[in-house]
């Protein structure tokens, strides 16, 4: 009985704990949006240092939230390899197993763009994190791809979610084509990074309030660079990108234990 009763108290301030995070999220973004951006558009410099600012924000915003979901007994977490990432000109290739899964990979890197859905670019908590960061939106998939390869050579770091959402628990990775083209048109380092988490939690088909009976437990498995050069060389270029593609779903695949 007593054993019950401790679950049913973990359980309730667990859900409390989450409900606070979320809270606390999007408290972060109305502030980043109307106090902390407004001062820093004030500051000297071009577009380019005012983003890499913006980035260097939100990077430390979302050091805080994993913070604190951490502290809270929300969650544990596992980091592997880290030392291979913060590098130049660096696209990182993620899968999608959560909805934190962005803010824990911008949480360990200082300065990242990233690919984020046009849709968001309404929500007024995150508008302003990605206008000031220089987020790309997905709704011009052209121009999406030249912006991406252009931020890459330029020597800034990408992240991208091939999936394009959040992944099916114990399903086959089915990515979209548009990271494999971004990477070989750029042709920069290309670096993997696999993401687990145990129990299964705020996957798409979870709303946040469904929580698992215990905290959860979120890896990051930062893997080798992958060599571009046997993909470089194929023509056409669509070929080249689909078999690329598939290397990197046959990867993620493979590391997932699936």
């Not at 430390?60 to 929300?74: A, N, P, T």
């Not at 977490?77 to 899964?101: C, V």
């Not at 790309?136 to 979610?161: H, P, R, Y």
Request: one cysteine or more; charged letters at 20%; glycine letters at 8%.
């Amino acid at each position: 009985m007593t054993q019950k009763i401790i679950q049913k108290l973990s359980y309730g301030w667990r859900l409390f704990a989450t409900g606070l995070s979320f809270f606390s999220f999007g408290l972060i973004g109305l502030l980043l949006r109307f106090l902390v951006f407004p001062v820093l558009s004030v500051l000297p410099g071009h577009r380019l240092q005012r983003i890499s600012r913006g980035q260097r924000v939100v990077h430390y915003g979302s050091y805080v939230f994993i913070g604190l979901m951490h502290r809270l007994g929300l969650m544990t977490y596992e980091i592997q390899g880290l030392e291979k990432l913060n590098r130049p000109g660096q696209l990182i290739i993620a899968n999608h197993p959560t909805l934190i899964d962005i803010l824990f990979l911008i949480s360990r890197i200082k300065q990242a763009n990233c690919i984020v859905k046009a849709s968001l670019w309404r929500n007024p908590f995150m508008r302003g994190p990605i206008l000031n960061a220089g987020y790309i939106s997905n709704g011009d998939l052209k121009k999406m791809i030249a912006e991406c390869v252009e931020w890459l050579q330029s020597g800034g770091t990408m992240i991208i979610f091939p999936e394009g959402t959040r992944s099916v628990p114990g399903k086959p990775c089915r990515f979209q084509r548009g990271a494999a083209t971004i990477a070989l048109q750029a042709n920069k380092i290309v670096t993997p990074v696999t993401l687990s988490c145990y129990p299964s939690t705020l996957t798409k088909a979870e709303p946040w309030y469904q929580i698992p009976c215990r905290r959860f437990h979120l890896t990051m498995d930062v893997g080798e660079d992958i060599a571009l050069d046997e993909f470089i060389t194929i023509k056409p270029k669509s070929i080249a990108a689909r078999r690329f593609n598939q290397f990197l779903e046959d990867y993620f695949t493979q590391q997932r234990g699936l």
